[in-house]
C-alpha cells in the first residue's frame, strides 16, 4: 500500500507563487519510486507537469517549465511543486503520482496517467486575474 496525501492548493492572484507537498507513506512505499505532478482543470483531461526519478533527475512539461520546480526530501518522503509566475490557466486540481518510472529512447520521461500506479487525491489550485 501506497498513500500520497496532497496540501499547500489554496486561492492566489496571478503572477503569485504557491508551494505543493505530496507525503508519501505506506508499508510498499520507498524512495526509489519515480514520483510526478499532475493536473487536471475541469472538463479537460489529466496533464502531467513535471516528474523526478529516484536519482533526482527532474523532466518537465513546456507549459510549466522555467515557472514550476519539483523536488523531493527523501528523509521525509515528501514530494514537492514549487509554482511561480502563476496565471488563470494555471487553475485545476493537481495531483502527486507513485510509479516505476518513464523513460522513452532513454531519456527520462513523466509519462502519461496510465504509468503510474499510486495516486493522491489532489488539492486544489485556483488562480485569479
Known amino acids: 500500500q501506497v498513500l500520497l496525501v496532497e496540501s499547500g492548493g489554496g486561492s492566489v492572484q496571478a503572477g503569485g507563487s504557491l508551494r505543493l507537498s505530496c507525503a508519501a507513506s505506506g508499508h510498499d512505499y520507498n524512495s526509489a519510486y519515480s514520483m510526478a505532478w499532475f493536473r487536471q482543470a475541469p472538463g479537460k483531461e489529466r496533464e502531467g507537469l513535471a516528474a523526478i526519478d529516484s536519482d533526482a533527475t527532474t523532466t518537465y512539461a513546456d507549459s510549466v517549465k522555467d515557472r514550476f520546480t519539483i523536488s523531493k526530501d527523501n528523509t521525509k518522503n515528501i514530494l514537492y511543486l514549487q509554482m511561480n509566475s502563476l496565471t488563470p490557466e494555471d487553475t485545476a486540481m493537481y495531483y502527486c503520482?507513485?510509479?516505476?518510472?518513464?523513460?522513452?529512447?532513454?531519456?527520462?520521461?513523466?509519462?502519461?496517467?496510465?504509468?503510474?500506479?499510486?495516486w493522491g487525491k489532489g488539492t486544489q489550485v485556483t488562480v485569479s486575474s
Open positions: 503520482a507513485a510509479g516505476a518510472g518513464v523513460y522513452r529512447d532513454y531519456r527520462f520521461d513523466i509519462g502519461s496517467e496510465g504509468d503510474y500506479g499510486y
